[in-house]
């Protein structure tokens, strides 16, 4: 679990990622499967949201037989079983109860620090990038393959899953002064991180998901957390605001007929003004969401228009997804909004169930949020949720960082349900 969840900062590329994933998690979860599968889930009744899960994963499986994908049937099929797998992973470590499964998520979370601190490193005092919004990106550690995420945003929603992780830690559970101080340095590193990723649906995620954790937790040390992470936010956020006021004053003095011009650019026809009023409503809504989202309004539309063609049971699972936008300068290659490409995929059917499942969840990890695991789970789901409004490819994929805030929040639950009423396995470190 540790090797999938850090993959990407203590492993080259992607490729190996995935394949160290599948050699030291999922084989080992289907030779346990075959082995001890009767005695994970001995004692246990079933239960809706692992009904629904199974259902949705056999539904997006089985909608290869209608896309018009070019990759082959197999790779959907292999994609459901180890998405099971990885679920049924996270069943047996929590029931079994070898290790405590917080304890491996903070190992990882620390693991993840490192990675943002060289990151912030290599950023400013190798690379010497701008301190500037938006300005330069952070999404790597550097030319040696570690740590590169390729894109802000996901790199944004995976950082943030470790900082969200580490919240919830350091405020809910009784550890040493050290261990404490740790936690704290690290969630603080890894949030600077994430701000400077200027990735603002990941940034709101992360600080909705705070808010959450301490609203659930809501003691001592929760608040100094969300105080001191506040703070310094807020710091980087308006030293930059100040930085950038400064400059453009100089700007401004030194050429205002410059500025003017801008100006006089700048205040042309908006969405309120009465030459808008001949637009149509539609339209109107598309160029609202275009400046509101980074052009993803035409996006967003278009894949909605696209979607109502196969209403029922959508266009399949990797369906062709190409959707022109930004004036037919630059293609989209999906929805970038997971509900819109569910929509899209598996039609109606399968966004009832997806929404099913998403409530199933969240009344599941309600009911039983005294526990560390399912706060950590509900920290993780919320980042997920509103992240994957303006982002995020997919989440029926190979062993991959967007499994962190849905599949793993998934397990977590369903492992939690199962271990209320029943044992420890008998492979415990405990029993033996």
Known sequence: MIVFLTGQIILPNNSSHISQT???????????FFTSGKEVFRGHRVNTLAISTLCFIALYTLSFLWSDTDEDAGRFIKDGIYIALFIFSICALIRSDYWEFSRILEISAIIVSIGAAISLFNHFLVLDAPIGVRDYRISSMGDWGFGNLDNPIPAAIYYGSFSAILFVLFSSRESSELN???QLISLLIINTYVIFTWSRGPIIALFLSYFLSWVLIKNKKSTIALLTIT?????????DQITKSISDTIKKNQSNYATNEIKLISSGPSLTSSNTKLIGTLDELEDFLNETFNERGTI???????SL???????????KFQIPYNQNRAIAFHAHNIYLQVFYEI???????????????????????????????????????FSYITDVSKIFTKPHIYWINFWLPIGIAIAIKMSLNASPLNFSRKNQ
């Open 22 to 32: 599948y050699t030291w998690l999922i084989l080992p979860a289907l030779i346990l």
């Open 180 to 182: 404490s101080f740790i």
């Open 231 to 239: 703070i310094s936010s807020s710091s980087l956020y308006f030293s």
């Open 300 to 306: 967003w539309l278009k894949t909605y228009k696209n």
């Open 309 to 319: 063609e196969k209403f029922w049971f959508g266009h399949g699972a990797g369906a």
């Open 347 to 385: 039609g109606f059917f399968g966004l009832f169930l997806f929404a099913l499942l998403i409530c199933l969840l969240i009344r599941c990890l309600y009911s039983t949020k005294g526990n560390t695991n399912i706060k950590l789970a509900i920290a993780l789901l919320c980042i997920g949720l």
